[in-house]
């Protein structure tokens, strides 16, 4: 448990070029920052429920940057990777690169009442009966075995 990022998962390859993958959550950050802060809230596994200020979580989501992402996975890495002498280093050049496999955005939406959710939630699960009918299912598992 990182004591910025909150839990992320760390695999480092014990091969060269020894690459290092992580997961990582937005939301766990923003539950650091919140609980450092003082301020109330409730989560529901990866989910607010309800927060004191919507505002300032807002901020801390938007205060999560690619600087803060790769200082403390240059630390992890550091902390769980291989271990090279000056020499070894010298030789081979190391260095870091770092990409982004997949990325979720979420733009959420707070109700004050359950009803409109509900009639959304409805409205998408009756859109995706009349889109995905059974061609589409078995052209995507066509792509899929390829």
């Known amino acids: 448990v990182d004591p910025v990022l909150g839990p992320i998962i760390v695999r480092i390859a014990s091969f060269l070029p020894f690459v290092a993958s992580y997961w ?4 766990s ?14 989560k529901n596994d990866n989910a607010f429920t ?7 979580l807002q901020a801390f989501a938007d205060e999560l940057s690619c600087d ?19 020499k070894e280093k010298k030789a081979m050049e190391i260095h870091r ?9 979420a733009l959420n939406f707070i109700f004050k009442r359950s009803l409109p959710l ?3 939630f409805q409205r ?8 995905l009918t059974a ?11 390829l």
């Open 24 to 27: 990582l959550n937005g939301h």
């Open 29 to 42: 950050y923003m539950e650091v920052k919140l609980k450092q802060s003082g301020i109330r809230f409730k």
């Open 50 to 56: 309800s927060v004191e200020n919507p505002s300032i």
């Open 68 to 86: 803060i992402i790769q200082q403390r996975l240059d630390y992890w890495t550091y902390i769980v990777g291989p271990e090279f002498s000056a």
């Open 97 to 105: 690169s770092y990409s982004i496999c997949q990325i979720e955005y």
């Open 118 to 120: 509900r009639k959304l």
């Open 124 to 131: 998408a699960c009756d859109l995706g009966l009349i889109t």
């Open 135 to 145: 061609d589409k299912i078995s052209l995507f598992f066509y792509w899929l075995n």
